[in-house]
């Protein structure tokens, strides 16, 4: 699997919107970008997944840059119930399991 | 609470000894993964299920690790002769895949301590 680079760690005040970003250039045709979450003494939650447009939930936006080596995934108000760890993830197919690196710690500050 | 389930949420044991979890995913998920995590890192693929049938080992999963899904809905991780470094978080996944690519949802995990 291709690798993501994330920064270890960010910042964001409460309802402020919060950018994280995924560097991932030498991300191939086929890799989906997934985005996944850990809240503290939880599994990990699915956030968001795209392969080329721009996506929207009700959790977060996945916007992907159009030669597809970042992307940035977009919480539009922080809430403390944010503060979490963050994985952006590449995956090539259902068929290959996530591989998580060590993501960016996201801390939410009242 | 019709998420992942996994027990026990905690299990220390001392090291030789055997363990036995369960992680009983979303009902109709056709596909189930085990993954371990140690403190400060990000979780470690270890084996996945479609159905019953054991699709993948990690290098991660020694001999002395087995996991089964015998009629394709929960499933068991065994550790044999436990050591000290298997003391990590193990989260088991489920997830419905019927196309290119699917969404996992994690269970709470089981942490191991082995003294």
């Known amino acids: 699997d291709a690798k993501t680079t994330q920064p270890n760690s960010m910042e964001s005040n409460e309802e402020e919107p919060v950018h994280l970003p995924c560097n991932h250039s030498t991300i191939s045709g086929t890799d989906y970008i997934h985005w996944y979450r850990q809240l503290p003494s939880q599994g990990p939650e699915y956030v968001i997944h795209g392969l080329t447009s721009n996506v929207n939930n009700r959790m977060a936006s996945l916007a992907i840059a159009e030669d597809r080596k970042s992307s940035t995934l977009i919480l539009h108000r922080a809430t403390l119930r944010d503060a979490a760890v963050y994985y952006c993830i590449l995956r090539d197919s259902g068929n290959t399991p996530l591989v998580f690196g060590k993501g960016t710690r996201l801390s939410v500050i009242a | 609470d019709t998420g992942v389930s996994q027990n026990p949420r905690h299990k220390i044991t001392k090291r030789g000894q055997n363990v036995t979890f369960r992680c009983d995913p979303i009902?109709?998920?056709?596909?189930l993964y085990w993954y371990r995590q140690t403190l400060g890192q990000g979780p470690e693929f270890l084996t996945y299920f479609q159905n019953e049938a054991q699709l993948e080992k990690s290098r991660l999963l020694s001999d002395r690790f087995s996991a089964e899904r015998p009629k394709g809905s929960f499933s068991t991780l065994e550790i044999q002769r436990t050591e000290q470094g298997d003391s990590a978080m193990y989260l088991c996944?489920?997830?419905?895949?019927?196309?290119?690519?699917?969404?996992?949802?994690f269970g709470p995990g089981t942490r191991l301590t082995v003294l």
């Open positions: 009902s109709e998920h056709n596909r």
């Open positions: 996944a489920s997830s419905l895949f019927v196309g290119a690519t699917d969404t996992q949802y």
